[in-house]
């Protein structure tokens, strides 16, 4: 081959060689871009994830330094930006006693709790909600309505306490004034708890019930049951001074008085002395009368 045909040649194979570098310098630099592409995203990914424990953890160390609001902006959060993350039940449970004990905002708390309760139905933190909510409207709130609502949902539960939960629900008709169901609450919990602690407690509350709906014959039977199975409990001492209460509303006033005097064990004695000074001066007004 001559040399000018051979230069021609050259020539010819120049433009495929350097096409080909091209062609691999652009596979490689795509490559790259692919790597560096997934290694931000997993990072990105990794960093979404653990967000929420890393705001959940910050949380805590502000509640540990006495910061409960910005430790509650942490829990918010949790809430608002990683619902779906397994702290945000957490986050509102702790957003909630936060607002209650240490910020004392007790409508906010109750939101907290309620949030948690809808949202969150499956949750092993919905009984705790549920007894917050509950505990919160009934002796903070006073709205008896609601708490009864809140402790039907708790007792539906069956928590180990159910007795307990029974009795609240049956307490808070007693504060709304409808004693006819609350006597029906408190009868439900010794029927379906008959071993309960609370019995001769029980037992004394239907008979107030009675009493403040006047049955009297009924009120005198459950405080003599109260005094005579429970004699030790405490609610024996108020079931004998109510007792004497009847004596006197049936103006069977020196019965009442014997009644009263035979008191010695009651705990509050100046209670006691107040309403034996009473019913003598009663006494003596009614003995004027007659005169």
């Known amino acids: 081959?001559?040399?000018?045909?051979?230069?021609?040649?050259?020539?010819?194979?120049?433009?495929?060689?350097?096409?080909?570098?091209?062609?691999?310098?652009?596979?490689?630099?795509?490559?790259?871009?692919?790597?560096?592409?997934?290694?931000?995203?997993?990072?990105?990914?990794?960093?979404?994830?653990?967000?929420?424990?890393?705001?959940?953890?910050?949380?805590?160390?502000?509640?540990?330094?006495?910061?409960?609001?910005?430790?509650?902006?942490?829990?918010?959060?949790?809430?608002?930006?990683?619902?779906?993350?397994?702290?945000?039940?957490?986050?509102?449970?702790?957003?909630?006693?936060?607002?209650?004990?240490?910020?004392?905002?007790?409508?906010?708390?109750?939101?907290?709790?309620?949030?948690?309760?809808?949202?969150?139905?499956?949750?092993?933190?919905?009984?705790?909600?549920?007894?917050?909510a509950a505990d919160l409207t009934k002796n903070r709130l006073r709205e008896f309505s609601q708490a009864i609502v809140v402790y039907q949902r708790l007792l539906e539960r069956e928590p180990e306490d159910a007795d307990r939960i029974q009795y609240e629900i049956a307490d808070c008709y007693f504060r709304?004034?409808?004693?006819?169901?609350?006597?029906?609450?408190?009868?439900?919990?010794?029927?379906?708890?008959?071993?309960?602690?609370?019995?001769?407690?029980?037992?004394?509350?239907?008979?107030?019930?009675?009493?403040?709906?006047?049955d009297y014959a009924g009120a005198r039977e459950h405080f003599l049951v109260v005094s005579e199975e429970f004699p030790e409990s405490p609610y024996a001492q108020e079931a004998l001074f109510s007792l004497a209460g009847l004596f006197e509303v049936e103006e069977r006033l020196p019965e009442a008085l014997t009644a009263y005097r035979a008191l010695k064990d009651y705990p509050h004695k100046d209670v006691l002395q107040r309403k034996i000074e009473r019913l003598i001066q009663r006494m003596v007004k009614k003995e004027r009368k007659s005169q």
């Open 176 to 214: 709304l004034g409808n004693y006819a169901q609350a006597r029906i609450e408190y009868e439900t919990l010794l029927e379906r708890f008959s071993g309960s602690v609370l019995r001769a407690e029980v037992l004394f509350r239907i008979g107030r019930a009675m009493l403040l709906e006047r």
């Open 1 to 132: 081959m001559t040399l000018p045909r051979l230069k021609r040649e050259l020539k010819k194979t120049l433009p495929t060689l350097t096409s080909r570098k091209k062609k691999q310098h652009l596979i490689w630099w795509g490559v790259l871009t692919l790597v560096l592409g997934a290694a931000v995203f997993a990072g990105w990914r990794y960093y979404q994830m653990t967000a929420p424990e890393r705001l959940f953890r910050q949380g805590l160390t502000a509640e540990s330094e006495g910061a409960p609001e910005r430790a509650l902006s942490f829990y918010q959060s949790i809430q608002s930006r990683y619902g779906d993350s397994d702290r945000a039940p957490r986050a509102l449970l702790r957003a909630g006693r936060l607002s209650r004990y240490d910020l004392r905002q007790d409508q906010q708390a109750l939101l907290y709790f309620l949030r948690l309760e809808k949202q969150y139905p499956q949750s092993y933190l919905v009984e705790q909600a549920q007894r917050q």
